[in-house]
Structure formats: C-alpha cells, structure tokens
C-alpha cells in the first residue's frame, strides 16, 4: 500500500502515527504532529486516492502543478497522488487528522463484497471529483464530522473494525455527494504566500507592536482587502485572531520559564492594560495568568 503525503515528518515531530490496513487496498493514517514543516517522501504510484480529514490544526500543500492548497479543521480534501504534494509545512505548528489511501485497482472487489447493493467503483469515483482537477475539497459540514469524531477517540483496540465500518460509510458518502455543489477553496499562488510569510515573521517578531492593516499593506504592497484575504487563507484566522492567540501562548511560555511580572509580560505582548491582557489570557488558557504561574 502507497503511504500518505503526510507520514513522512523529522523524527521527533510525530507525536502520533498509526497505520491501520483495514481492506485489501484500503488503509487509514492516524495522525498528530507538532512542526512547522518537512519534505515529506512520498510513493509517486499513480493509480491511488488519498482523502484526508483535519482534525485540528492547518496544513499547507505545495502541489505539483503549482498551487498552494491549505486544510483547516473538518475540511475533507482529496487528491490523486500524480498531483501529489513534496512541500508540507503546517502553518499553525501543529496537525491532526486521518488520512485515507484507497488503491483505485484493487479495493473495488473488497467494497462490493461487503456493498453488494450499492455500486461503489473507486476509478469511476475518481473521475467524478476530478473532472475539472486533481484535487478537490469538501468543506467541514455535519456529515463529515459524524463520519470522522469517533475515529479520534475509539480505542485502540478496536480501531480496526470501527475505521472499516467508518470508512465505508465514507464511500457511500462520497458516492451520493454532488461535486458539481461544492464550492471549491480558492488556491494561492507562491508570491502571494511568500508576501503574507513574511508579514506573519515580522508581527510575531514584534508582539509588543500593534501593526495595522494599512500600515502592513503599504509596506508590503498590496491592498488591505488582499491582505486580509490571504492572511487567512494562509493561517485559517484573521491577523488580529492569530496575534492574540500567539501573543497569550508567548505570555505563557514567559510565565513558565521566566520570573518576570504579570504586567512585564503583558506589556512586552503588547498589553498596556494588565486587565485586557489578563481577560484575553484567560479567554483562551481559561484560567488567569497567576492561577496558571502557580500550576506550572
């Protein structure tokens, strides 16, 4: 069985990584990394689909013909592996999700054994998600978060029945979805990723500075509109979400491994007031800052 464009990653950035082989020519990844990024190996066969589900986090895929594809939280996104991906950075630092790698020329027998009613043909599937494309996303909706939440949590024991149930359930799914209903996430190309990479290196160098959207689109070159559009198709958040956010986990890192003062702290992330720092801290570790000094 080929093996998922994510598996791959520096030794030491896998927390997580299981393979289960549930049907002949069907096999699900179960995966959880902490990195900013790796070139991934990958086996260039031809004839494979692969369907991943973000748990959490962000994925950011450098494709073969070009494009820049970014998987966020419930997304479904599916590919051909000769548009398969050599660049995987993850621009949040982290990602969970399933990877699912079905082999087009023999998983059909195994479906249609235990689907005999319901004519499920991968190739045929194939061909219908990828008409205009070799790749195609499926927006977090319900169904897809029914199929998917309980594969995270079951217990190991009996993921290899469960992920065969599910992943079936999958097919189906995907066998009565309209493609042509889905509207597709827009691609990026390199310049406007590299434009919103260097925006994002220079605000987090700088916490203690509150920059603006005009004052970052002039320096920069581009519109604010532009700006705000690919800062979150980059990091799924809008700038002023993703420095609050970054700024609370910098202040936590302070707290632990520092003895400096709340109030330093909060003004060195950019808090003139210790009172909004301190409700910003809490809305998103959910305890204050003294009560989270005193656990760590």
Do not use: W
Not at 25 to 35: H, N, R, S
Not at 140 to 163: C, H, L, Q, W
Not at 187 to 213: A, C, G, L
């Amino acid at each position: 069985m080929v093996t998922s464009i994510f598996s791959h990653f520096n030794p030491g950035s896998v927390t997580e990584q299981d393979n289960y082989p549930i049907l002949p020519g069907i096999e699900v990844v179960k995966m959880d990394f902490k990195t900013s990024g790796r070139i991934p190996t990958v086996c260039r066969q031809m004839n494979v689909l692969e369907i991943n589900h973000c748990f959490s986090g962000r994925a950011e895929c450098q494709m073969q013909d070009g494009c820049f594809q970014y998987i966020g939280e419930g997304d479904l996104f599916m590919s051909a592996l000769n548009n398969y991906s050599e660049i995987i950075e993850l621009p949040l630092g982290y990602y969970s999700g399933m990877a699912v790698i079905i082999d087009i020329d023999s998983a059909d027998k195994a479906i249609s054994e235990l689907l005999p009613n319901i004519p499920i043909h991968i190739r045929e599937l194939a061909n219908r998600f990828f008409a205009d494309d070799e790749c195609f996303f499926i927006q977090a909706k319900e169904e897809i978060r029914n199929i998917f939440s309980g594969m995270y949590t079951i217990p190991r024991s009996a993921r290899y029945d469960y992920y065969k149930i599910k992943i079936l359930e999958l097919l189906i799914f995907l066998h009565y979805f309209d493609p042509s209903a889905e509207k597709q996430k827009r691609t990026y190309e390199r310049q406007q990723v590299e434009i919103v990479k260097q925006i994002q290196k220079q605000i987090t160098s700088e916490p203690e500075h509150r920059f603006t959207i005009d004052e970052l689109a002039r320096k920069y070159c581009i519109s604010p509109t532009t700006l705000k559009s690919n800062f979150k198709g980059v990091y799924g958040v809008s700038i002023a979400a993703y420095m609050k956010e970054y700024r609370v986990r910098q202040a936590a890192f302070l707290l632990r491994q520092t003895e400096q003062s709340v109030g330093e702290i909060a003004l060195a992330m950019g808090y003139e007031s210790q009172s909004k720092f301190g409700a910003a801290f809490k809305e998103i570790m959910k305890i204050t800052p003294m009560e989270y000094r005193k656990r760590r």
